[in-house]
C-alpha cells in the first residue's frame, strides 16, 4: 500500500512573479499536469557525454542554449516542467540514479508516497482462505490420519492443519523505511539542487519537505500532507 500525497494544486507565475511550490508539489504538477516524462539521453545530446554530467550542468546548459529538446509527437510541456525532468533523469547514482527518478516519477503519476509500512506490528494470517455459507475460513489440509479411542470404539480421523505466513516482518519493515529515505534523500537533493542552482522560470521552489521519519511518531497519515 501506498499513501495518497495531499498536495495543493500549483500553477505556474506569470510575467516576473513566480509560484512557491515545495519539490513534491513541483515534481507532481510537472508529470501529472504537464506530462512531463523523463529522457535519459538528453545528457548526451547536449553534451556528448555522459561522465561527470549531473544535474547543475543541465539547468545551466539549458539557460544557454535558451530552448528544450523537442521529441515531437505532442504538445510540449511547460519549459520548466522540462527541466524539473531533465534534473530527476541527471540524479546521481548516489540518490538512486536512473531508477529512484523512475520511481519518483510514478509516484509523482500517481500522486502518492512510498509505503513504509503504517502497521508496524508482524502477523500471522492463513495462506489461503476458502468461503462456505458460514463465512470465511482458513483453508486447512489433511496430511495423515489418527486413530482415536471412543465410546462405539476406535476410529480414524483426519489430521488437518492450517498452512500460515507471516506478513510485516521486521525484515520487510525494515527494508520499507529504508527505501522510502532513499526516495526522501532523492527529493532534499533535487530541492537543494533547485534553490541553489534555480533554474525555473514560473516556480521558485520551497524548503518544504515530507516528514523524513513518519513512523517516528505513528502520526504519519497526517503528517504526510507536509509534502
Known sequence: M??????????????????????????????????ATLDFNEIETLS?????IGMEYI???????????DGGGRSLPHPDADVVASALAALPEGH??????????ELARAGRTPDWRTDDRAKCIPQDW??????????????????????KGARRMDVTICPVTYINTGREIAAAR????????????????????GGLS????????????????????TNISAC
Open 96 to 105: 538512486g540514479g536512473r531508477r529512484m527518478a523512475l520511481w519518483i516519477a
Open 202 to 221: 514560473a516556480f521558485e521552489v520551497s524548503d518544504a519537505m515530507p516528514p523524513r521519519t513518519p513512523w517516528a511518531t505513528q502520526s504519519g497519515l
Open 48 to 52: 556528448g557525454a555522459r561522465t561527470g
Open 178 to 197: 529504508r527505501a522510502y529515505l532513499g526516495w526522501w534523500g532523492a527529493l532534499l537533493e533535487l530541492r537543494d539542487t533547485f534553490r541553489l542552482y
Open 130 to 151: 476458502r468461503q462456505s455459507k458460514h463465512g470465511l475460513f482458513a483453508r486447512t489440509e489433511v496430511i495423515g490420519q489418527i486413530m482415536v479411542a471412543g465410546r
Open 2 to 35: 501506498m499513501h495518497s500525497v495531499v498536495t495543493r494544486p500549483v500553477r505556474p507565475g506569470r510575467g516576473a512573479q513566480r509560484t512557491a511550490a515545495s519539490i513534491c508539489e513541483l515534481i507532481e504538477w510537472a508529470f501529472q499536469r504537464e506530462i
Open 59 to 69: 539547468m545551466i546548459e539549458r539557460a544557454r542554449l535558451g530552448c528544450r529538446v
